[in-house]
């Protein structure tokens, strides 16, 4: 709402979109950081590498709840060396613990043979397709990488980075400052 005061937990990420063809998985997320209604930073890095390198994760959310969650994530990927076993760990933590139950952020995370949804109610989602998006410009992401994966022969990387675009486009909390992370 304008000329609403904004609190510190009213600062947003928005969207990341991750695609998987081949080999080759690709996440992709925009620079937008918002406070309330406005812009707070254009050229965010909302993606990190994990696991040594293995696992690429990004995030939409309240940003400093996503950045506690990398931690945590990170912290499960170092004791249990499989994506899937240390997102399932991560939920169970995020659902029980009083603190991280009040963490409002989504967690997208894939390596080479796995792509995943974590979410703050505990839920890990497996995507049925070889795309998925979170955030509050996920469903044009989504609709675009759908259309871009089904109706072209581009890569991973370029319908990460083309979905986000037209997301940025559309949502006008996702912006077209984008950044792309693969996996070989």
């Known amino acids: 709402m304008a000329g609403k005061n904004p609190r510190a937990t009213d600062i947003h990420g928005t969207t990341i979109c991750a695609v998987r063809r081949g080999k080759v998985v690709a996440i992709a997320g925009d620079g937008q950081v918002t406070i309330g209604d406005m812009v707070l930073k254009a050229g965010a890095r909302k993606l990190r590498r994990l696991a040594e390198g293995k696992v690429i994760a990004g995030f939409s959310g309240a940003v400093a709840d996503a950045l506690t969650l990398f931690e945590r ?16 760990e991560l939920a169970k933590d995020w659902r029980m613990d009083k603190y991280l139950r009040r963490l409002e952020a989504l967690l997208l995370a894939a390596d080479a043979k796995d792509m995943l949804i974590i979410s703050g109610t505990g839920d890990v989602i497996e995507p049925d397709d070889n795309y998925a998006a979170v955030g509050s410009g996920a469903a044009p992401a989504m609709a675009a990488a759908r259309a871009l994966y ?13 979905a986000l675009l037209i997301a940025g486009e559309i949502n006008i909390y996702t912006n077209t400052k984008i950044v792309v992370e693969t996996l070989p």
């Open 73 to 88: 994530f990170e912290g499960k990927l170092k004791e249990h060396k499989d994506l899937k076993r240390a997102a399932v």
């Open 150 to 162: 089904d109706n072209t022969k581009l890569g991973a990387e370029e319908v990460a980075r083309k």
